[in-house]
């Protein structure tokens, strides 16, 4: 039988439970497509892949094919819109087998469903990859998912419930079904320069999860430093590896689990699993929203903005505007990344402060972040506007106090912003 694995975030060999399904067939192709829409001006003005993400899943793609390799397989890279690219490579080679990774979003699975209703007489599996845990082994329905974080993580932390143990990267692969020039990747755009500190690749993200757990032991101070807003140890950062699915959110759960027993066990060794629950939440939050995950439905206290793109635009560079916010504004689109407070405060402001509507600003972080998942983006923009898995009517944050907490010495906004 021969199998066609179409790859989405999944960009691993280590704990992928849908490359393990896909290599039982006799013969197998890996594939992977860029979306031209990718590249292309959303409503906002921004396109949805920006210049951060847009190297790091480059590298990312390049790694696991000379990963692949070592395994007699190899990945081919597709030019192309999915639903029409997918069909095509299926019905080229007569597969009889398409797997991919099961999408947590809305546009995505609808995208799935395109594809698998192409494909009468093909089967079509979808895999769990992304999340913790598989929905059969959630202790409640997902049309009954709890409408909290604290309600989601009392019954997910019960006694006998645990994540999966993660898969071991597979000894062999089947062979690699032909498919003359396919390979379109010199037809993708190549990415241009970019300053974001993270390297993609599974060997990368395995890397760096081994000096911040195991070398450096940051992870005992994590809870007391992580709201730093610009310092490299302050907090896991291992978002990018995630998003992109180099690294898999069981691994992480497995390799905290093996330094509380092997190092130490604090609070801080807790609170990066704690924050790995809130990443699992939103998984799971959006796959049960569904298209509201963009939406503001009625909800009581619900913010309205405006959604003039060109004025948020100027707001964002405007002197007028608060200077913590602006140096945000370059860090982020400098580098790609914000730490998890900043990222916070500059949706608090950009909804509160700058009255604008919540969808631009999770659109603007869409196309600069390099770890952008589209389930805690637009899960936690909702969640600061009060119009999504928050009772208490969105997050307002003082800028004059959030300063006095976090740059109080001006440090922060005098690197960004250049000051003298």
Same mark, same amino acid.
């Given at each position: 039988? =021969?199998?066609?694995?179409?790859?989405?975030?999944?960009?691993?060999?280590?704990?992928?439970?849908?490359?393990?399904?896909?290599?039982?067939?006799?013969?197998?192709?890996?594939?992977?497509?860029?979306?031209?829409?990718?590249?292309?001006?959303?409503?906002?003005?921004?396109?949805?892949?920006?210049?951060?993400?847009?190297?790091?899943?480059?590298?990312?793609?390049?790694?696991?094919?000379?990963?692949?390799?070592?395994?007699?397989?190899?990945?081919?890279?597709?030019?192309?819109?999915? !639903?029409?690219?997918?069909?095509?490579?299926?019905?080229?080679?007569?597969?009889?087998?398409?797997?991919?990774?099961?999408?947590?979003?809305?546009?995505?699975?609808?995208?799935?469903?395109?594809?698998?209703?192409?494909?009468?007489?093909?089967?079509? $599996?979808?895999? !769990?990859?992304?999340?913790?845990?598989?929905?059969?082994?959630?202790?409640?329905?997902? $049309?009954?998912?709890?409408? =909290?974080?604290?309600?989601?993580?009392?019954?997910?932390?019960?006694? $006998?419930?645990?994540?999966?143990?993660?898969?071991?990267?597979?000894?062999?692969?089947?062979?690699?079904?032909?498919?003359?020039?396919?390979?379109?990747?010199?037809?993708?755009?190549?990415?241009?320069?970019?300053?974001?500190?993270?390297?993609?690749?599974?060997?990368?993200?395995?890397?760096?999860?081994?000096?911040?757990?195991?070398?450096?032991?940051?992870?005992?101070?994590?809870?007391?430093?992580?709201?730093?807003?610009?310092?490299?140890?302050?907090?896991?950062?291992?978002?990018?590896?995630?998003?992109?699915?180099?690294?898999?959110?069981?691994?992480?759960?497995?390799?905290?689990?093996?330094? !509380?027993?092997?190092?130490?066990?604090?609070?801080?060794?807790?609170?990066?699993?704690?924050?790995?629950?809130?990443?699992?939440?939103?998984?799971?939050?959006?796959?049960?929203?569904?298209?509201?995950?963009?939406?503001?439905?009625?909800?009581?206290?619900?913010?309205?903005?405006?959604?003039?793109?060109? !004025?948020?635009?100027?707001?964002?560079?405007?002197?007028?505007?608060?200077?913590?916010?602006?140096?945000?504004?370059?860090?982020?689109?400098?580098?790609?990344?914000?730490?998890?407070?900043?990222?916070? &405060?500059?949706?608090?402001?950009?909804?509160?402060?700058?009255?604008? @509507?919540?969808?631009?600003?999770?659109?603007?972080?869409?196309?600069?972040?390099?770890?952008?998942?589209?389930?805690?983006?637009?899960?936690?923009?909702?969640? &600061?506007?009060?119009?999504?898995? @928050?009772?208490?009517?969105?997050?307002?944050?003082?800028?004059?106090?959030?300063?006095?907490?976090?740059?109080?010495?001006?440090?922060?906004?005098?690197?960004?912003?250049?000051?003298?």
């Amino acid at each position: 039988m =021969t199998t066609v694995y179409w790859l989405t975030r999944d960009l691993r060999l280590d704990d992928n439970p849908a490359l393990q399904e896909a290599a039982k067939g006799s013969a197998l192709v890996c594939v992977y497509m860029i979306d031209p829409r990718w590249f292309e001006p959303g409503p906002c003005g921004w396109s949805p892949m920006g210049p951060h993400r847009w190297a790091f899943t480059w590298r990312s793609l390049i790694a696991l094919d000379a990963a692949l390799n070592t395994l007699g397989q190899q990945l081919v890279i597709r030019w192309q819109r999915p !639903e029409e690219g997918v069909p095509e490579v299926v019905k080229t080679l007569g597969a009889q087998r398409l797997v991919a990774s099961r999408p947590a979003a809305f546009d995505e699975m609808r995208q799935w469903q395109t594809i698998e209703a192409a494909l009468p007489f093909v089967r079509c $599996d979808l895999i !769990e990859t992304l999340t913790l845990f598989d929905e059969a082994d959630l202790p409640f329905r997902l $049309d009954a998912l709890p409408d =909290t974080f604290s309600k989601f993580r009392r019954s997910i932390e019960k006694p $006998d419930l645990a994540s999966l143990a993660p898969l071991d990267k597979p000894a062999a692969l089947p062979a690699a079904a032909t498919l003359l020039d396919a390979d379109q990747r010199l037809a993708s755009p190549m990415p241009g320069q970019s300053e974001t500190p993270f390297a993609g690749g599974e060997a990368s993200g395995a890397d760096h999860l081994e000096r911040y757990l195991w070398k450096d032991q940051s992870i005992l101070t994590y809870k007391i430093t992580r709201n730093a807003l610009d310092n490299a140890s302050a907090s896991s950062k291992v978002s990018p590896w995630l998003s992109a699915g180099a690294l898999s959110a069981r691994r992480l759960a497995a390799e905290i689990a093996r330094f !509380e027993g092997e190092v130490d066990r604090n609070e801080s060794t807790y609170w990066l699993y704690f924050e790995l629950l809130w990443r699992e939440y939103f998984q799971w939050y959006s796959r049960h929203r569904g298209r509201e995950l963009f939406l503001s439905p009625g909800h009581k206290g619900q913010h309205t903005g405006s959604t003039d793109a060109v !004025e948020f635009r100027r707001w964002l560079k405007d002197a007028a505007t608060h200077s913590l916010v602006r140096a945000g504004r370059v860090q982020l689109e400098t580098t790609g990344y914000l730490s998890n407070r900043m990222r916070q &405060i500059i949706a608090s402001a950009c909804i509160y402060e700058g009255h604008f @509507d919540w969808r631009l600003g999770a659109a603007w972080f869409e196309h600069f972040l390099v770890d952008y998942d589209v389930a805690s983006n637009y899960g936690n923009w909702q969640y &600061i506007a009060g119009v999504g898995a @928050d009772p208490r009517g969105g997050r307002v944050f003082n800028l004059e106090k959030q300063v006095s907490q976090f740059d109080a010495d001006g440090s922060y906004r005098k690197r960004w912003l250049k000051a003298p």
